[in-house]
């Protein structure tokens, strides 16, 4: 199988089902910002990462696939392998007790924070920035995908913040405030 298939070169591409749709389809971007997302945890994970986070977001990185179907799939109906593809309640659950963990660590908020630090806690303020922007656009889909998929990004960009400030705070370097 070639990498290139020649059937995107008018500007169309499928969702899952078949259906046909400018590459400009809401759809599409919002498949495009979660792949974006992907990617930045991607190069958080090759800095010197604590193992721990690195971990958590090997999980995540593989969870975003799964969104990534969801969103690909407006009538819900994936076929073949992305049936197993999914994020539920569980997935949230195990999200709120990364925040809750990674939260505990740096001191309490007192104000806001600028993004930065050391490079992985940077990194992973910009992988948060894409996490709000694909959620937004996730938001905006009619029809909207499944409820626990919202639930998952929301939770997931209050997750990475958390995982910015304690990457800062394990490698000693202060958050400059606002």
């Known amino acids: 199988m070639k990498l290139y298939t020649r059937t995107g070169d008018e500007g169309q ?18 498949c495009g910002d979660v792949d ?19 971990a958590a977001l090997d999980g995540i990185q593989r969870d975003l696939f799964a969104v990534g179907a969801a969103v690909a799939d407006p009538a819900g109906r ?7 593809a999914g994020v539920g309640p569980d997935d949230v ?36 920035a894409v996490c709000r922007r694909a959620e937004r656009r996730i938001v905006a889909l009619q029809p909207a995908p499944d409820a ?12 990475l913040f958390a995982m910015a400030r304690a990457a800062n705070h394990r490698t000693g370097r202060a958050e400059s405030q606002w």
């Open 13 to 30: 591409t499928s969702l899952f089902g078949g259906t046909r749709v400018s590459k400009t389809d809401s759809r599409i971007e919002a």
């Open 36 to 54: 974006e997302l992907n990617a930045w945890l991607g190069l958080v994970r090759v800095a010197d990462l604590d193992p721990d986070i690195d």
């Open 78 to 84: 994936r076929p073949g392998q992305a049936d197993r």
């Open 93 to 128: 659950l195990r999200l709120e007790g990364l925040i809750d963990r990674y939260d505990g660590e740096p001191p309490p908020l007192t104000r806001f924070i600028l993004p930065g630090g050391a490079r992985e806690g940077a990194a992973l303020h910009v992988a948060r």
């Open 148 to 159: 626990e998929v919202l639930r998952y990004v929301n939770r997931l960009s209050d997750l």
